[in-house]
């Protein structure tokens, strides 16, 4: 299943960049992209595990970049 989710508040494409590789080593997910630009993230996943692997998202987002927040659409 594919999703797509807003990520707001990140400081620049290298941070884009390091999120996204830290986000496609979650377990569950694949073909993860994250935009700077348009400040989306898009992923496939199973649609079963798909809230377990938001909330997974999310920690890595803390843990990452602190100042930045998820937004479902």
Same mark, same amino acid.
């Given at each position: 299943?594919?999703? =797509?989710?807003?990520? =707001?508040?990140?400081d620049?494409?290298?941070?884009?960049?390091?999120?996204?590789?830290?986000?496609?080593?979650i377990?569950?997910?694949?073909?993860?992209?994250?935009?700077?630009?348009?400040?989306?993230?898009?992923?496939?996943?199973?649609?079963?595990?798909?809230?377990?692997?938001?909330?997974?998202?999310?920690?890595?987002?803390? =843990?990452?970049?602190?100042?930045?927040?998820?937004?479902?659409?």
């Open positions: 299943m594919k999703n =797509k989710l807003k990520i =707001k508040g990140i620049c494409a290298n941070c884009a960049a390091k999120l996204e590789r830290e986000i496609q080593k377990a569950g997910i694949e073909n993860a992209t994250l935009s700077f630009m348009t400040e989306k993230l898009i992923f496939e996943c199973e649609e079963e595990k798909r809230e377990e692997i938001i909330e997974k998202v999310k920690k890595v987002i803390k =843990k990452e970049e602190p100042d930045a927040r998820l937004e479902e659409n």
